[in-house]
């Protein structure tokens, strides 16, 4: 059954991008059983998708499954120019993306611009290198034996995707998966699921083959049961938090899925005494105050040495307290709502817990007018080590600063977490960079950079950060099985 819905988003050029079905087997599939999806701006309902379940999760497996021998067996070249046709659609159709992004995730349309062209480059990219899947020929171990080790696609892959980046982090999963010869059903968060059946309809258009890329939504626990359960799948990729991703992949391991995990992150941002103040203050807001605090890879933990701690203090509160909050499809905002109230809770909380213990509010630290999932960005300073913020990360826009002293102590501080997703430092000193670099544990260092995302580099963490990289040519190697052929030639 399908059933259309008019959009309820101003400003598009193509309704049709805001699809009120699934996409399973290069159909849209709908459903009387709906769930809403609403603008974390102002609360409004800006669309509404097909509440599937296990058995229409079952399905898509099996579509994909039918569609490996074909997508598979094409050529690299083939796969890639399909993946090409797709981004270059997205790039052509990239203001209705992110209004639809905007709409659903809250994000200022500016960001939502930007991720729709850093989701585009995932395919981009990955549509480049499927022509560069090669294997490889070893010196053999006999006389009479030939050895060749041969890359293959790890087969059907299961993907479900946050609301942070609602394009962003299926392509980056697509792209590699599809340009090796995978085949895909992605499960988008109930939250976004929009974006993620707007690229969908683009792919179809780009002429992604039936069955190759499939949409379900719905609710996570149903269709999460078959994604990680189902045997066809033999490759699980999620990016979320921690606790849900440790969940997810020990389910996974009942049929010894490959699983990448991209989790949570706690990012110290450490600031030298020989830091460049400004550079310091525009790392910071990059970082931090990115998607409104709400990236994996978000500054959480800010630690400053003594001798530069009130200028940089000062000088952050400045630019922070500067930052414009709203809605953003109505105007031009720096900042944009949370994503639900449990998000606007733990800022509340981390606030209330540091200051507490001593700490002081140097800007922010309310509920904004806005709206009431919109928060003011928040600068704590006299932050204690132990205090929650410094424990787990906020995931909104608070920057909580820790004062230390020595090299040493900063290092220790910035490795006492169970995660290490990405670390931040900065110093003019290139020695101290490339030992901190070095000695920091986590799977991403910005030396001196606050934005360190792109498609040409591997993204992933260490600890319980997750397993796995995603984006660059380290990325296909998750989609791929080695297999050796030992041929006797006596
Ligand atoms: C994330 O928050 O999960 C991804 C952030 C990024 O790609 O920069």
Redesign the pocket.
């Known amino acids: 059954m399908t059933v259309r819905r008019a959009s309820r988003i101003p400003g598009l050029q193509r309704d049709d991008l805001v699809r009120g079905e699934a996409f399973i087997d290069g159909a849209w599939v709908g459903a009387e059983s709906r769930i809403s999806v609403e603008n974390p701006a102002d609360g409004l309902v800006v669309g509404d998708v097909p509440d599937l379940g296990a058995g229409e999760a079952t399905q898509a497996v099996t579509a994909a499954q039918d569609a490996m021998p074909g997508w598979q067996t094409l050529t690299g070249k083939a796969r890639g120019q399909v993946l090409r046709r797709w981004s270059e659609l997205m790039l052509a159709h990239a203001e209705d993306l992110a209004r639809i992004m905007t709409a659903e995730q809250g994000k200022p349309l500016a960001e939502a611009r930007g991720e729709v062209a850093?989701a585009a480059a995932f395919l981009e990219w990955f549509a480049e290198e499927a022509r560069r899947v090669n294997g490889d020929i070893l010196t053999p171990h006999a006389s009479d034996k030939r050895l060749t080790v041969l890359r293959r696609p790890v087969g059907v892959v299961a993907a479900i995707t946050?609301w942070?980046?609602p394009l962003?982090?299926i392509t980056?999963k697509a792209g590699p998966a599809l340009a090796v010869g995978c085949t895909m059903v992605v499960k988008p968060s109930e939250l976004t699921p929009l974006s993620a059946l707007a690229l969908a309809r683009l792919g179809q258009e780009a002429g992604v083959p039936p069955g190759v890329f499939n949409v379900i939504t719905g609710q996570a626990a149903p269709i999460g049961d078959v994604l990680t359960g189902d045997p066809r799948i033999r490759k699980f990729t999620f990016?979320g938090s921690t606790a849900v991703g440790k969940m997810l992949a020990a389910r996974c391991m009942a049929t010894v899925k490959r699983v990448s995990l991209?989790l949570g992150g706690n990012a110290p941002f450490i600031v030298f005494d020989d830091a460049d103040i400004e550079a310091a203050v525009d790392g910071a807001i990059a970082s931090k105050f990115r998607?409104t605090g709400?990236?994996?890879?978000c500054a959480n933990r800010f630690f400053v040495q003594a001798g530069i701690h009130d200028r940089f203090a000062a000088a952050l509160a400045a630019r922070v307290g500067g930052l414009r909050l709203g809605p953003g499809l109505i105007g031009a905002f720096d900042q944009g709502p949370l994503i639900d109230a449990r998000a606007v809770a733990k800022v509340r909380a981390h606030i209330a817990d540091a200051v507490g213990a001593g700490a002081r509010i140097l800007t922010g630290g309310q509920s904004a007018t806005v709206g009431p999932l919109f928060f003011q960005p928040t600068v704590l300073v006299d932050v204690r080590p132990d205090a929650l913020v410094n424990r787990e990360e906020t995931f909104g826009p608070l920057a909580a600063i820790t004062r230390f002293e020595t090299e040493a102590e900063a290092i220790r501080m910035a490795n006492d977490t169970s995660t290490g997703l990405a670390a931040y430092v900065f110093t003019q000193d290139m020695s101290r960079g490339v030992r901190l670099s070095e000695t920091l544990e986590c799977g991403m260092v910005g030396l001196n950079a606050g934005l360190?995302?792109t498609e040409v580099a591997p993204?992933g963490g260490v600890k319980e950060s997750g397993m796995g990289r995603e984006g660059s040519r380290y990325g296909l190697e998750d989609y791929l099985d080695l297999k050796l052929v030992c041929a006797n030639v006596a």
């Open positions: 850093y946050p942070n980046f962003a982090m980056r990016t991209e998607n709400q990236t994996c890879v360190i995302s993204f």
